[in-house]
């Protein structure tokens, strides 16, 4: 059974940062790219970064330069450094792994608010 855990969330003041980490069971971490994505209130969700098993990384352009995606294949985790923060990087934030074509499974998210 697929189980990925979100933690690292919170509460915090523009420009300042969070890490987020995401621990995954049931998978074969270390051949599977890994995603954050994020879903703010009324938007769609949204991909926010990923990392591939050789650690190719890929972001989206809102948190290019901000944002560091990383893996920890022998723990079995992601993690997602989160740097000079917007108001508009308020969000729920998911770990996500793909499971058959357009299919995923996600983690049950983590909310990270950013107050001006």
């Known amino acids: 059974q697929v189980q990925l855990v979100e933690s690292g969330g919170g509460a915090v003041q523009a420009g300042e940062s969070l890490r987020l980490s995401c621990a995954a069971s049931?998978?074969?971490?270390?051949?599977?790219?890994m995603y954050w994505y994020r879903q703010a209130p009324g938007k769609q969700r949204e991909m926010v970064a990923a990392?591939?098993?050789?650690?190719?990384?890929n972001y989206a352009d809102s948190v290019k330069g901000r944002f560091i995606i990383s893996r920890e294949n022998a723990k079995k985790r992601v993690n997602l450094q989160m740097n000079s923060l917007k108001p508009e990087d308020t969000a729920v934030y998911y770990c996500a792994v793909r499971n058959t074509g357009t299919n995923y499974y996600w983690g049950q998210g983590t909310q990270v608010t950013v107050s001006s």
């Open positions: 049931g998978i074969g971490f270390s051949i599977k790219t």
């Open positions: 990392i591939s098993p050789a650690g190719s990384t």
